[in-house]
Nanobody
Framework: VQLQASGGGLVQAGGSLRLSCAAR????????MKWYRQPPGKRRELVAS???????DYADAVKGRFTISRDNVRRNLYLDMNSLESEDTAVYYC?????????WGRGTLVTVSS
């Protein structure tokens, strides 16, 4: 299983970014996919999840600002981030639990300047 996240960068507070995660090596459409983030000096935390059928869940800190979505044909996971705040600065990781293991992408850095 390979996960490759992309789309991070430097953005001003109030701006938007779209993260993407390409998944290979698994039957993508049946697995719940997740985005995590790890702010500087803090623990990794769950941001959002989406089931194979498209049901979503969000951390309270991002509800109403972030949207998780997926393309089961292209095997891609997305995170649309709007109204970004300095507290959203973190390395963002895509994640899937499959074959009794946890798989992580390399991560992509999002920096929000105030």
């Amino acid at each position: 299983v390979q996960l490759q996240a992309s789309g991070g960068g430097l953005v001003q507070a109030g701006g938007s970014l779209r993260l993407s995660c390409a998944a290979r090596g698994l039957n993508f459409k049946i697995y719940t996919m997740k985005w995590y983030r790890q702010p500087p000096g803090k623990r990794r935390e769950l941001v959002a999840s989406i089931t194979g059928e498209g049901s979503t869940d969000y951390a309270d800190a991002v509800k109403g600002r972030f949207t998780i979505s997926r393309d089961n044909v292209r095997r891609n996971l997305y995170l649309d981030m709007n109204s970004l705040e300095s507290e959203d600065t973190a390395v963002y990781y895509c994640n899937v639990g499959a074959y009794s293991r946890n798989f992580w992408g390399r991560g992509t850095l999002v920096t929000v300047s105030s």
